[in-house]
């Protein structure tokens, strides 16, 4: 098993060293990648955080969780459609964007709070396979009544213009969306991680992640925790919805799949059940995602390397499940507890 | 844990607005629209119609029966109307606002289709209708059990003849006496008012008269003498195979192309049963082995790559070895893993082949996003398996084959050993069994079933692309073996007909398919976590807990032997 792991890490080692002596990409070309793969990953943080509560009080994968985060920018999209006709986001940029944020995290926590309620809710104490695949159940429906809902095809978001051009920062030049994504994501992430940390209300969903039947003797009602853990999980979504169409600029009713797989691969590498570690992950995946192709891949001759993406992110995944179930930050519950 | 008293009121309206909530949804995604022209009862009521009747028909039924609502006949009829208002609200509305701009199918023609077709007097209609569909689900709860059996069996007859009429009809055409019968129900489009009356006296005088006869002859049969029941059940197999053998002939070309579809997903389920149903080992990267079995065939006889050029026949040996191969190979580094994470590891392995196969770094062998083309067809001697009824009869080969060794497994020391690690893994290890081996063992007869599928999958298309193997077809069949009954073999087959049959005949459902297994997996899971025609120790262990599905299910015995 372990020599697997070695003749992976040479590979990377040799196609590392060989890009970087070919000097093929530029310093600009690498802080380029970096910048990218920061607000990429900071938008699989965000998800990573429903993945991770979830698994955390429930000790079940929320497959459903991509759908939850399509939901919310694709319903938002006819709003920012409006604003964009009526050329309210062009005098009101900020505004308009806010309501368009709004709107997207409201529609995904409400569908968060309804999968709860309707699907996982009865399915409480059954054994373990049983809500995977209602999850997985959930996840189809939903992602093929958005469909029926509002169409099949992909959607251009609008392009606010402010936010295309390259921002001088810190004497860096740095595009005005990535900026924003980073941003927003940041501050969400830290006043997600100061409710749980400082809050009456996080205690007690610290307290039902921890234990739940003990929790409940002490008094707290182990129903609502859980539902705010969705609804939680449902407001980060929503608004790693709108920054993703910030970045990629449509929506679909599929877009939820890759980035939901992303997310969790995340929530896996951070220690799934840790807060911190699924924001740690989120990131650490978006640097290994827009570094690695042409960092390593290349250098191994391997041609279009970016059509492996992908690919690069499963076999993370699959190699953190297989060598250190645990995560950077998580404690040991892949082999027992899973 | 309900804090205070919720008064009966609130009640009623908490029902209809639920009701009303799933009417306007199925409504707005499009269903009520697709399914219009489908008629059940010719020019009478068309599935869409029938959808939101039956809609009424539960909220009566629930509204009554549950015990937390337990609401009265009247409080059931309110809640239709409740319904009814929310839907004709929407009509309303739709009528006033352009809808269509964010709800694509929220189209004139939709507003027409359920308002009958009456303009404003429509919306009246609506709440009663509401209100009618209400009282007889409510009706329905309150009548003894008894009538309560018929009326149910006597509408669901009558709905499943309707939306299988295309299957139904040609069967009852194929002989003399039973077609002209076949003229007088069925009409071109859908039953006859009389037919569909008819079918609903019939089968609900039936079911009367058939109540606790069914208890005797079960009795009967089971006081034969070991050797007449032995040969009444080899009769049933052989009439059930001579069946089989005729069925392409008598179905035509289009069913045939169905059934050979059906009878792929039923070799893949068998498959994947061996490794979740009887293993309890969740993969979902399952599509992997599909795709090498016809990535392998593909590759060996296809003379556009033209490195070997070789036959079918000596391609088939050589996907399933390496399905075996890739099934041990893939199965070392999950060995350890456990339910999720084994699910989400073997995802990514599925998921990592499909992207190396498209990627233009394997496009030399693999032939990239555009697939292999030119696969020869199978034959033997002279014959050609190139029709869909002569591909029939080597999947249908290939599915007795893979049926027999399943089931042969399972009776069998191994399959003790899988079902054992399914239950407990740990205790499984301590009561002496080899749980690398036995993983292994259950990941390679899985993925050798899966190659073989493939195979076959690869002569009957004549190419392969990449885009055939994503991740749906690995839930595809996961999908199946859960609704026909984990680690039931006949329940493969169930499933496989009613998740991949019943679509391919209902084609205006081609859009909703996933929807509605996302849907009935989750209802599945809620309702009935065992499946439709489940294995009868897993049956009793998930209602082991309540006393009232104990009562339910042993009503309805399956045949299957202890």
């Known amino acids: 098993m372990w020599s697997i792991g070695a003749i992976l890490l040479t590979l990377i080692v040799i196609g590392s060293w060989s890009t970087l002596s070919s000097g093929k990409y530029s310093a600009r070309h690498w802080l380029d990648f970096t910048i990218f793969g920061l607000a990429q990953g900071s938008i699989y943080a965000l998800i990573a955080l429903g993945y991770t509560m979830v698994y955390g009080v429930l000790r079940m994968i929320n497959f459903a969780h991509s759908e939850v985060f399509m939901s919310g920018p694709y319903t938002a999209y006819f709003v920012a459609a409006f604003f964009h006709t009526s050329g309210l986001l062009d005098s009101h940029p900020l505004l308009s964007m806010l309501v368009v944020l709004l709107v997207s995290m409201a529609t995904s926590t409400f569908v968060a709070y309804l999968l709860e309620r309707i699907a996982y809710r009865p399915l409480r104490t059954a054994p373990r396979l049983v809500p995977l695949i209602t999850a997985i159940g959930a996840s189809f429906f939903l992602q093929y009544t958005f469909r029926g809902l509002y169409g099949s095809g992909f959607q251009a978001y609008p392009v606010i213009k402010p936010l295309e051009r390259h921002w001088e920062i810190l004497g860096l030049r740095i595009l005005g969306f990535q900026v924003v994504i980073i941003v927003a994501a940041a501050v969400m992430m830290m006043a997600l991680y100061l409710f749980v940390q400082k809050t009456r209300t996080g205690k007690a969903l610290r307290a039902v992640s921890e234990d739940k039947e003990t929790a409940a003797l002490m008094g707290i009602d182990v129903d609502r925790m859980i539902s705010i853990t969705f609804i939680i999980g449902g407001m980060a979504a929503g608004a790693a919805g709108v920054l993703y169409a910030l970045m990629f600029k449509q929506v679909h009713f599929f877009m939820g799949f890759i980035p939901g797989i992303k997310a969790f691969t995340a929530a896996v590498l951070g220690g799934i059940g840790n807060i911190p570690g699924a924001m740690l992950g989120g990131i650490f995946l978006g640097f290994i995602e827009s570094l690695g192709p042409s960092l390593f891949l290349d250098g191994l001759g391997i041609v279009a390397p970016y059509q492996l993406k992908d690919a690069i992110a499963f076999t993370m995944l699959v190699l953190v499940l297989i060598f250190r179930p645990t995560g950077i930050l998580g404690e040991r519950l892949a082999m027992k507890k899973a | ?562």
């Open chain 2, 1 to 562: 844990m309900r804090k205070g008293k919720v008064t009966r009121g609130k009640r009623v309206i908490k029902s209809g607005l639920i009701a009303g909530g799933v009417a306007v949804l199925v409504s707005l995604i499009g269903m009520v629209e697709a399914f219009s022209q489908r008629y059940i009862v010719a020019d009478i009521i068309s599935i869409g119609h029938a959808l939101l009747l039956g809609i009424g028909v539960l909220t009566g039924y629930l509204s009554v029966r549950e015990s937390r609502s337990g609401l009265t006949f009247l409080g059931a009829v309110g809640a239709g109307g409740i319904a009814g208002a929310l839907l004709s609200l929407l009509v309303i509305v739709g009528n006033l606002i352009p809808l269509r701009r964010v709800f694509i199918n929220a189209s004139p023609v939709l507003f027409e289709l359920l308002t009958l077709g009456q303009g404003s007097w429509g919306t009246g209609i609506l709440v009663l209708l509401g209100c009618g569909s209400a009282a007889w689900g409510a009706a329905m709860a309150l009548v003894p059990q008894k009538y309560r059996k018929a009326a149910l069996n006597a509408m669901g007859w009558v709905v499943t003849l309707g939306v299988l009429q295309d299957l139904v009809r040609p069967l009852l055409a194929a002989w003399g006496p039973v077609a002209d019968f076949s003229e007088l129900v069925f009409e071109a489009n859908g039953l006859t008012l009389e037919g569909a009356l008819g079918t609903m006296a019939v089968v609900a005088v039936g079911t009367l008269f058939w109540k606790g006869k069914g208890e005797k002859f079960h009795e009967l049969i089971r006081g034969l003498d070991p050797a007449m029941r032995r040969a009444l059940r080899v009769g049933w197999v052989a009439f059930i195979l001579a069946i089989l053998l005729v069925l392409p002939h008598i179905l035509g070309l289009f069913l045939s192309e169905v059934l050979t579809v059906v009878g792929l997903y039923v070799l893949l389920g068998l498959g994947l049963n061996i490794v979740v149903g009887f293993a309890g080992l969740l993969d979902l990267g399952y599509v992997a082995f599909f795709a090498i079995g016809s990535y392998t065939v593909a590759v060996l006889t296809s003379p556009e790559l033209g490195f070997f050029n070789l036959s079918f026949w000596v391609a088939l040996p050589v996907a399933i070895a390496l399905g075996v191969v890739s099934g041990v190979l893939l199965g070392i580094p999950v060995l350890k893993m456990r339910g999720d994470y084994l699910a989400i590891a073997t995802l990514g392995f599925g998921e990592i082949i499909r992207i190396l196969v498209l990627s233009d770094f394997l496009r030399p062998w693999l032939g990239g996003a555009q697939g292999i083309g030119k696969i020869p067809k199978a034959s033997i001697g002279g014959f050609e398996f190139a029709t869909p009824q002569a591909l029939y009869y080597l999947i249908l080969a290939g599915c007795a084959v893979v049926g027999v060794i399943s089931w042969r497994l399972r009776d069998s020391r191994i399959g003790r050993a899988w079902m054992a690690i399914r239950e407990d893994e740990d205790v499984a290890q301590a009561m002496g069994i080899n749980l690398v081996a036995m993983k292994l063992l259950a990941f390679a007869t899985g993925a050798a079933f899966s190659a073989l599928s493939g195979a076959i999958f690869a002569t009957k298309l004549g190419s392969v692309y990449p885009h055939s193997f994503n991740v749906m077809i690995s839930i595809n069949i996961l999908c199946l073996i859960i609704v026909g009954g984990m680690g039931s073999i006949p329940g493969v087959i169930v499933g496989a007909a009613a998740l991949v049959g019943l679509p391919e005949l209902l084609r205006e459902f081609a859009e909703y398919r996933l929807l509605v297994y996302g849907a009935a997996l989750v209802a599945m899971m809620i309702l009935r976590p065992e499946g439709l025609w489940p294995e009868a120790v897993r049956k009793r262990e998930l209602h082991f807990d309540s006393a009232t599905h104990e009562m339910r299910f042993s009503e309805e015995r399956g045949d299957e032997a202890p």
